[in-house]
């Protein structure tokens, strides 16, 4: 992965994307100019929940690697047990997002989903109001990026929108409800 970081190098600015926001008049507004964005300067604070910049390649690879048990191109970069550990619901007796979340702000719905080592984990796809498959695991961006991967279908979706607030449109429900009645 070698467009992923915390930083965007100035040789590679020229790839990286604009981010948008409605204003009240349902208007584009441009929100971070890759020209002048926090991203192309120096970084003080290195989050494991956010913050990282990426392209499709690098985002598609990752989730290869994963969907792949840990490993890409015949080479192991996580332990099989890891991913396994990674993708399992952790909440406490098994339950669901909805007592244990904190704040209004949330990748995903509450209901039906559990949560992972860093990706929320579908439970149940009738409580979760969801198409889908029991065991898919992903998450998603504050600009409205998404990923999933859902092993019992061999499927791996990312969606990449740079447009800020990721709660303002339904773009990952809508999308799973393209995607998955078009599987044969």
Same mark, same amino acid.
């Given at each position: ?6 930083? #965007?190098?100035?040789?590679? #600015? ?17 929100l971070d100019d890759p020209l ?15 913050? %990282? #910049? ?12 994963? @969907?792949?048990?840990?490993? =890409?191109?015949?080479?192991?970069? =996580? ?5 396994? @550990?990674?993708?399992?619901?952790? %909440? ?7 007592? @244990? ?21 579908? @439970? ?30 061999d499927l791996i979706v990312i969606?990449? #929108?740079q447009f800020w607030m990721s ?7 809508? %999308? ?6 078009? %599987?044969?």
């Amino acid at each position: 992965m070698v467009d992923t970081g915390f930083t #965007v190098p100035a040789a590679k #600015v020229d790839r990286f994307a604009a981010n948008y926001r409605r204003d009240r008049n349902k208007r584009l507004v441009l929100l971070d100019d890759p020209l002048t964005s926090h991203y192309t300067g120096e970084v003080s604070f290195f989050s494991g929940g956010g913050g %990282l #910049v990426s392209t499709m390649h690098d985002y598609y690879r990752f989730c290869q690697m994963m @969907l792949g048990g840990g490993t =890409l191109e015949n080479t192991r970069i =996580l332990g099989r047990k890891t991913v396994e @550990l990674m993708t399992m619901n952790h %909440l406490p007796s098994g339950s669901d997002l909805t007592d @244990l979340a904190v704040g209004t702000f949330s990748e995903t719905t509450y209901e039906g989903v559990g949560f992972g080592l860093g990706v929320s984990v579908t @439970l149940d796809l009738a409580v979760a109001q969801a198409i889908g498959s029991v065991g898919e695991y992903g998450w998603g961006g504050a600009a409205s990026t998404a990923f999933w991967i859902d092993p019992k279908e061999d499927l791996i979706v990312i969606f990449m #929108v740079q447009f800020w607030m990721s709660g303002t449109f339904n773009f990952r429900g809508q %999308l799973k409800s393209i995607v998955y009645p078009a %599987l044969t």
